[in-house]
């Protein structure tokens, strides 16, 4: 069998960013109990791994102890969440991932200058549940184009969308082209709203997925930006899986199938990815084909409350970096299992960003 892997796949910089400070916290804080607001990031291993190192996660600030210590997840916390843990005198380590902190400083922007603000994006996920929280009164939420002919428009001169880090490009560009027609005059937000990663991985997928004949996504089922993988997966004609791991491959899958195409979303562990190539190479034999698209050198600093309580606590902040070396720890992985594979540059193009300090 031909394996292709998709290049970029797996954790993005906010991803790594806020396991980082998960991780951190763990070496510091000796017997403090470290509580997360939210599944620190979309992924039952990675929740379930912090779980087992003693960290508890919280759906609530009323179950966090006074004095403790909390971390609000990547996906962002609106204020109220952030003045209910000032109440209760926590010590709140935010490891919202800068580019959701980018869309919540663009509504409380135009919220302030008596703008209506249109957000596409899932109603119930974390991250519009935050952003709407920054200015309930201005913020409609639109999911889908029949959402359109239900929105209070007061002055349609004064109007923005803005969108989900994660969404469906194409699916994202449906509901804003309908926006558009009901709201020539409506402004756009000054960049895109969805993140590098996001773009992608969907870009990957799209450009590799005509070339196989079924396309495995390792990511959980409530992770956003995987399942976008797989709709776009079916939506151009290869048929698709989103799987946690290994465990929950069907063999049957795979009758008649010479080619297929495995990828990660961006809150997936590697570890998750060799599994599975490990499962397809016992099984069907053949190589591993690494396709790189993107090159992706973005980088978010640790957050100032957390580098402060490091400082406190004797710790170099600037000593711990984070590392983001995914291609070649897989290809080293691949050697060590004498697994044949080779790396294929498909129009390689670096991501624009560099470090973001989060500070
Ligand atoms: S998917 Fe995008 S917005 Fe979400 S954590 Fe990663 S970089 Fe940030």
Same mark, same amino acid.
């Given at each position: 069998?031909?394996?292709?892997?998709?290049?970029?796949?797996?954790?993005?910089?906010?991803?790594?960013?806020?396991?980082?400070?998960?991780?951190?916290?763990l070496?510091?804080?000796?017997?403090?109990?470290?509580?997360v607001?939210?599944?620190?990031?979309?992924?039952?291993?990675?929740?379930?791994?912090?779980?087992?190192?003693g960290?508890?996660?919280?759906?609530?600030?009323?179950?966090?102890?006074?004095?403790?210590?909390?971390?609000?997840?990547?996906?962002?916390?609106s204020?109220?969440?952030?003045?209910?843990?000032?109440?209760?005198?926590?010590?709140?380590?935010?490891?919202?991932?800068?580019?959701?902190?980018?869309?919540h400083?663009?509504?409380?922007?135009?919220a302030?200058r008596?703008?209506?603000?249109?957000?596409?994006?899932?109603?119930?996920?974390q991250?519009?549940?935050?952003?709407?929280?920054?200015?309930?009164?201005?913020?409609?939420?639109v999911?889908k184009p029949? $959402?359109?002919?239900?929105?209070?428009i007061?002055?349609?001169e004064?109007?923005?969308?803005?969108?989900?880090?994660?969404?469906?490009l194409? $699916?994202?560009?449906?509901?804003i082209?309908?926006?558009?027609?009901?709201?020539p005059?409506?402004?756009?937000?000054?960049?895109?709203?969805?993140?590098?990663?996001?773009?992608?991985?969907?870009?990957?997928?799209?450009?590799i997925?005509p070339?196989?004949e079924?396309?495995?996504?390792?990511?959980?089922k409530?992770?956003?930006?995987?399942?976008?993988l797989?709709?776009?997966?079916e939506?151009?004609g290869?048929?698709?899986?989103l799987?946690?791991?290994k465990?929950?491959i069907?063999?049957?899958?795979?009758?008649?199938?010479?080619?297929?195409?495995?990828?990660?979303?961006a809150?997936?562990?590697?570890d998750?990815?060799?599994?599975?190539?490990?499962?397809l190479?016992?099984?069907f034999?053949?190589?591993?084909?690494?396709?790189?698209v993107?090159?992706?050198?973005?980088?978010?600093?640790?957050?100032?409350?957390?580098?402060?309580?490091?400082?406190?606590?004797?710790?170099?902040?600037?000593?711990?970096r984070?590392?983001?070396?995914?291609?070649?720890d897989?290809?080293?992985?691949?050697?060590?299992?004498h697994i044949p594979?080779?790396?294929?540059?498909?129009?390689?193009?670096?991501?624009?960003?560099?470090?973001?300090?989060?500070?």
């Amino acid at each position: 069998m031909k394996i292709l892997l998709a290049n970029p796949r797996g954790f993005c910089a906010g991803v790594y960013m806020a396991i980082d400070v998960v991780d951190q916290l763990l070496d510091i804080c000796g017997a403090d109990k470290v509580f997360v607001y939210h599944e620190i990031v979309h992924n039952r291993h990675v929740v379930d791994r912090f779980r087992n190192r003693g960290v508890t996660f919280v759906e609530s600030i009323a179950e966090v102890p006074r004095d403790s210590i909390v971390v609000f997840s990547a996906h962002g916390v609106s204020p109220a969440v952030r003045s209910e843990a000032r109440a209760k005198n926590l010590t709140a380590i935010d490891a919202t991932c800068p580019l959701v902190m980018k869309v919540h400083a663009e509504a409380i922007r135009f919220a302030k200058r008596g703008w209506q603000i249109l957000l596409v994006g899932h109603r119930n996920h974390q991250e519009v549940v935050g952003t709407l929280g920054e200015a309930p009164e201005a913020i409609q939420v639109v999911e889908k184009p029949e $959402d359109i002919p239900n929105l209070k428009i007061i002055d349609a001169e004064k109007l923005i969308y803005l969108t989900q880090t994660t969404l469906s490009l194409d $699916d994202a560009n449906i509901i804003i082209k309908a926006l558009k027609k009901a709201f020539p005059k409506m402004h756009e937000p000054p960049s895109s709203d969805i993140c590098y990663a996001t773009t992608n991985r969907q870009t990957a997928v799209r450009a590799i997925a005509p070339e196989a004949e079924f396309v495995l996504v390792v990511g959980s089922k409530n992770s956003s930006n995987s399942v976008r993988l797989t709709e776009i997966s079916e939506n151009d004609g290869t048929p698709s899986r989103l799987i946690d791991d290994k465990s929950e491959i069907d063999p049957d899958w795979f009758v008649g199938v010479n080619t297929v195409l495995v990828t990660s979303g961006a809150s997936v562990p590697e570890d998750l990815v060799h599994g599975v190539l490990e499962w397809l190479i016992d099984r069907f034999g053949g190589e591993v084909e690494q396709r790189d698209v993107y090159d992706e050198r973005v980088e978010f600093g640790l957050p100032g409350t957390l580098r402060e309580l490091m400082r406190n606590r004797g710790v170099d902040p600037d000593s711990r970096r984070i590392r983001i070396d995914r291609e070649a720890d897989t290809t080293a992985w691949l050697e060590r299992k004498h697994i044949p594979n080779r790396t294929v540059q498909v129009s390689i193009r670096e991501t624009e960003g560099g470090h973001q300090p989060h500070d």
